[in-house]
């Protein structure tokens, strides 16, 4: 049995009744429920339909985001996060670059990098090098002038942790903002790259070995592992292509506003929808937020 959910902008719901039908007849499904009226509803269904992605794209046009899931093991028990444009509405290396005159430069790097056109590795060394001699004092000026939270993230957060989940941050950005997200947010873990700082100053180097795609894989590995849970119980979220291998491998891996190459590869896209829709795809209710 799958589940089929429709989700929205919550500021903004445009889902309506007649829409939730007509596709439910359309796909053959079971009777509808809202999950929050305007915003999210969902109805079981035997299998994917052929127009299925057909029918996604002409939602998506119409600000509708459209996701199936099995029906049952929805809840899980682990959330695996990036950080940056996901958890975060900016890419925290580019705020430091404006601080630093290289904002255009490294931001181009960084869009290339999170549409998977360069190795990341090689892009971090690259961008983090930038950097160098930038004073250590800005990273408190970027986090507190520059760094805004996506919308969401703190109710998903309390609402897994509420029913028992972990929450683990696992970004390819930096410690320095890693840690003021997870406890803004409550995380019970983060694990992120260090930025090298010599006499108050970026030395323009990154502490090794670097944090990418697959210490985001091993992260997933080791943390089910410690919990005695299996992948199939983790939801995990991204929006570049170093989160794919933990996308891939999570039992539901979703792309938050994500790149074209990750859209692409990922099973469950939120386009248009906020972190809360992260909830609505675990058959969360509105009435069971934190």
């Given at each position: 049995?799958?589940?089929?959910?429709?989700?929205?902008?919550?500021?903004?719901?445009?889902?309506?009744?007649?829409?939730?039908?007509?596709?439910?007849n359309a796909?053959?499904?079971?009777?509808?429920?809202?999950?929050?009226?305007?915003?999210?509803?969902?109805?079981?269904?035997?299998r994917?339909?052929?127009?299925?992605?057909?029918?996604?794209?002409?939602?998506?046009?119409?600000g509708?985001d459209?996701?199936?899931?099995?029906?049952?093991?929805?809840?899980?028990?682990?959330?695996?996060?990036?950080?940056?444009?996901?958890?975060?509405?900016?890419?925290?290396?580019?705020?430091?670059a404006?601080e630093?005159?290289?904002?255009?430069?490294?931001?181009?790097?960084?869009?290339?990098?999170?549409?998977?056109?360069?190795?990341?590795?090689?892009?971090l060394r690259?961008?983090?090098?930038?950097?160098?001699?930038?004073?250590?004092?800005?990273?408190?000026?970027?986090?507190?002038?520059?760094?805004?939270?996506?919308p969401?993230?703190a109710?998903?957060?309390a609402?897994?942790?509420?029913?028992?989940?972990?929450?683990?941050?696992?970004?390819?950005?930096?410690?320095?903002?890693?840690?003021?997200?997870?406890?803004?947010?409550?995380?019970?873990?983060?694990?992120?790259?260090?930025?090298?700082?010599?006499?108050?100053?970026?030395?323009?180097?990154?502490?090794?070995?670097?944090?990418g795609?697959?210490?985001?894989?091993?992260?997933?590995?080791e943390?089910?592992?410690?919990m005695?849970?299996?992948?199939?119980?983790v939801i995990?979220v991204?929006?570049?292509?170093?989160?794919?291998?933990?996308?891939?491998r999570?039992?539901?891996?979703?792309?938050?506003?994500?790149?074209?190459?990750?859209?692409?590869?990922?099973?469950?896209?939120?386009?248009?929808?906020?972190?809360t829709?992260?909830l609505?795809l675990?058959?969360?209710s509105?009435?069971?937020?934190?």
């Open positions: 049995m799958l589940t089929c959910v429709l989700t929205c902008a919550p500021d903004a719901p445009s889902i309506e009744t007649a829409l939730v039908e007509a596709l439910r796909f053959g499904g079971g009777d509808a429920r809202w999950l929050s009226q305007g915003s999210a509803a969902e109805f079981d269904l035997d994917i339909p052929d127009t299925f992605e057909s029918t996604r794209s002409d939602l998506d046009a119409l509708v459209l996701n199936i899931v099995p029906a049952e093991g929805r809840r899980k028990r682990l959330l695996l996060a990036d950080m940056d444009s996901t958890m975060i509405r900016q890419e925290c290396i580019d705020e430091l404006a630093a005159g290289v904002g255009d430069r490294v931001a181009a790097i960084t869009a290339r990098a999170m549409n998977g056109e360069v190795d990341f590795e090689g892009a690259e961008r983090v090098g930038l950097l160098a001699g930038l004073d250590e004092s800005v990273i408190e000026r970027v986090i507190a002038d520059r760094i805004s939270f996506m969401g993230g109710t998903l957060v609402t897994m942790k509420a029913a028992g989940a972990r929450a683990v941050l696992v970004s390819g950005g930096f410690t320095a903002f890693t840690a003021h997200v997870a406890q803004a947010l409550a995380f019970d873990e983060h694990r992120a790259n260090r930025l090298l700082v010599e006499g108050g100053k970026l030395t323009g180097h990154p502490a090794t070995p670097i944090l795609r697959e210490a985001k894989v091993a992260a997933l590995q943390i089910t592992a410690a005695g849970i299996r992948t199939a119980e995990a991204g929006d570049g292509a170093n989160d794919l291998g933990m996308l891939t999570a039992g539901m891996g979703v792309a938050l506003h994500a790149k074209p190459a990750v859209q692409a590869k990922a099973g469950l896209r939120v386009n248009h929808g906020d972190l829709a992260l609505y675990q058959g969360y509105r009435t069971e937020f934190v």
